[in-house]
């Protein structure tokens, strides 16, 4: 049997579990799970991001709230009519997302934000899943060369055929769109190798393909 889109109660990585079980000592208020996806059940947008982070997803139970990397996102979100707030503070705050869900390619918070190559691959089959569910018109955005990895090894793509690079979009057999954006996390806006108008230009095109 396949497995589901999302399993709240996951254990499969024995690293990643044992870590979370000593952020939680650490942390007893914190969320400390695999942290499910969030937002439309049918999306237009489906947004893949790394892993949880350790104060922010990890913490609050939702992708991107909590911590640096979700500022970026959650204003070009409610800019682009993603979203009917700009911040996300809580997982039950008022903020909904319209047409778009975020997901990670790693459900569960990694050590130092690096998941292995094993945990990745174990994490991909629930994003198979869940890619599985899309429709056809649907863009899906990777956030981050891992993130975009993940999601042609769950398709099975070949990379040499699709390239990562920011600001790229490549028409999927499945009827999709794949685009392509660095990753919105504090190194790479702080050092300005991703801009918010870089974001934007991103943002404004998959904003075009899906229509208003």
Same mark, same amino acid.
């Given at each position: ?40 059940? *049918? ?83 629930? #994003?198979?899943?869940? #890619?599985?569910?899309?429709? *056809? ?52 806006? *702080? ?20 229509? *208003?």
């Amino acid at each position: 049997m396949s497995l589901p889109v999302f399993d709240p109660d996951c254990r499969h990585c024995k690293r990643l579990s044992g870590f979370l079980n000593e952020v939680k000592r650490d942390h007893p208020d914190y969320f400390c799970r695999p942290v499910p996806p969030f937002g439309a059940k *049918q999306p237009k947008l489906l947004i893949v991001g790394l892993a949880p982070g350790l104060h922010g997803a990890n913490r609050t139970g939702r992708p991107f709230t909590g911590d640096y990397a979700g500022i970026l996102l959650y204003e070009t979100l409610h800019k682009f009519g993603f979203s009917t707030r700009p911040e996300s503070v809580a997982a039950d705050d008022s903020l909904k997302l319209k047409q778009c869900r975020i997901t990670n390619a790693v459900k569960c918070l990694p050590p130092a934000n690096k998941p292995t190559g094993g945990e990745i691959t174990t994490c991909n089959t629930y #994003l198979t899943q869940e #890619l599985a569910g899309l429709r *056809q018109g649907t863009v899906v955005l990777a956030l981050g060369g891992i993130a975009h990895n993940a999601v042609l090894k769950a398709l099975g793509l070949k990379l040499k055929d699709y390239p990562f690079g920011h600001g790229k979009f490549y028409p999927l057999p499945s009827g999709w769109m794949l685009a392509t954006s660095y990753h919105c996390s504090r190194y790479n806006t *702080q050092t300005r190798r991703l801009t918010e108008a870089m974001f934007d230009a991103v943002f404004r095109r998959i904003r075009r393909h899906i229509g *208003q």
